[in-house]
């Protein structure tokens, strides 16, 4: 029950689905529902960020995260093919276990950067988490006054890959990739939330 829709999901999602019909239809046919599938996959990611990358495990750490993370798309599958279909609880437990998850990875990193001293970088990462977090609540907070907040540079598809990819690459030695990601991050980060302020605000003047 994943319920974002940016590009970059809309893009993936035929495919993945495709790939996951399989392990969705075994877990429908044992009888493991999709709250249990969300829960499983936020259990995994976060102990997967707060236990490799504090210790520095990058590569394994977004690796093992990337498998978790597709639980996001398997609990829809798991609904779809349990004949359940999404609801309203489905949808409140997703995104709340989204946030979980997201500060998880964050808050993992920041460890990390932590670890090796490094504080510039360890703040930097710490933006990343707090403008994320308001980038979801701005949108989900339009969306309870009946506006829309959809815009932005960096939605959560995007803020995963790019971490993801740059604490993989990190691991594997590649120069700069980590802290260049982190920057790049922060920024957008930033710019959606501005971006979704100003949607508001704008449909705001139009009533």
Do not use: N
Request: hydrophobic share 55%; glycine share 10%.
């Amino acid at each position: 029950m994943a319920y974002d829709r940016t590009a970059m999901l809309k893009l993936l999602r035929p495919a993945m689905t495709r790939i996951l019909t399989p392990l969705g239809r075994a877990l429908a046919g044992r009888g493991i529902g999709p709250d249990a599938v969300t829960a499983i996959g936020t259990l995994g990611t976060v102990v997967s960020a707060l236990l490799f990358f504090p210790l520095g495990h990058l590569t394994w750490g977004a690796l093992a995260i990337t498998v978790f993370v597709l639980f996001d798309l398997l609990d829809g599958v798991v609904a779809r093919l349990g004949g359940k279909g999404g609801s309203t609880w489905g949808a409140f437990l997703d995104s709340t276990l989204d946030r979980v998850a997201d500060s998880a990875i964050f808050a993992g990193l920041i460890l990390y950067f932590v670890s090796i001293d490094d504080t510039l970088m360890a703040a930097v990462t710490l933006v990343c988490l707090i403008a994320g977090t308001l980038v979801s609540y701005a949108k989900a907070r339009a969306e309870g006054l009946g506006l829309t907040a959809d815009v932005g540079l960096a939605e959560r598809p995007e803020r995963l890959v790019v971490a993801l990819v740059a604490a993989c690459f990190s691991g594997l030695g590649v120069p700069y990739i980590l802290p260049v990601g982190m920057w790049l991050l922060a920024v957008a980060s930033l710019i959606t939330v501005v971006q979704r302020v100003v949607a508001v605000y704008q449909q705001t003047r139009e009533k």
